[in-house]
């Protein structure tokens, strides 16, 4: 198959020296295209901006923003057959980019107003017809409502639900929940363990 990721956090610029980021590392997108790949799956990995090496084989877009990881991934979209959306994108970004630099003497941003980014995820699923379209939920409670909300909401046929402390830590733990009522616990196993689980959950041994 053909499967298009994305991974990595989204940097909304502010001016031409600051953005808004998160503390996404990458490195469950990265493990979840490594898995695919070793199962010998064409990946597109479309990424915002980590430190982590492109896994071998992989095509990779690099972005940084949450639009630019929109339109990368419209664009190979059409011809893929499943997508992990793994990305930690930003909800919201600055309404203005400043081309010049914010001066502390100019109390521009006092109030920074922001707008919204595309849901990319929810996007892309909308239109999948009978593709397959993974997700995460990314909750600070127990979460088991609001995953269950997107998994509906997005068009996902599957979603697993984590935690903040998830980001950029090494070892981790997943309730993955199917849009057929499966409920799987994955875990705690280091990422790249947790990732080949996850893709052996979601395509089945087949794939
Ligand atoms: N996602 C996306 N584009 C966005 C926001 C989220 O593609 N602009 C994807 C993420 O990659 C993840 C899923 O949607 O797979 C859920 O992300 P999450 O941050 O848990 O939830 P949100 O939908 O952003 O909702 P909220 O922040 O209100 O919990």
Redesign the pocket.
């Known amino acids: 198959m053909r499967v298009l990721v ?1 991974a990595g956090p989204t940097r909304e610029p502010l001016d031409p020296v600051r953005f808004l980021g998160n503390r996404s590392s990458g490195r469950m997108g990265y493990s979840i295209a490594r898995a695919l790949l070793a199962r010998g799956h064409e990946v597109i990995l479309v990424s915002g901006p980590t430190s982590l090496k492109p896994p071998k084989g992989v095509v990779l877009e690099a972005v940084e923003t ?1 639009r630019q ?2 339109t990368a991934c419209r664009k190979h979209w059409k011809t893929c057959d499943a997508l992990f ?7 919201y970004r600055p309404a203005k980019v400043s081309k010049r630099k914010l001066k502390k003497t100019e109390n521009v941003s006092k109030t920074l107003e922001l707008v919204s ?8 699923a909308r239109s999948k017809g009978k593709r397959l379209a ?6 600070s409670g127990s979460g088991l409502t ?1 995953a269950l909300r ?1 998994l509906r909401d ?1 068009n996902l046929d599957w ?1 697993a639900l984590n935690g903040p402390e998830a980001q950029g830590s090494k070892i981790s733990s997943l309730r993955v929940l199917g849009a057929d009522g499966s409920d799987h616990l994955l875990g705690p196993a280091n990422k790249e363990a947790l990732a080949r689980t996850l893709v052996r959950t979601a395509l089945g041994s087949n794939y």
């Open positions: 994305t949450g990881m929109l959306g793994v990305a930690a994108v930003a909800d980014n595309p849901d990319i995820l929810a996007t892309l993974f997700g995460f939920a990314l909750e609001e997107k997005k979603i």
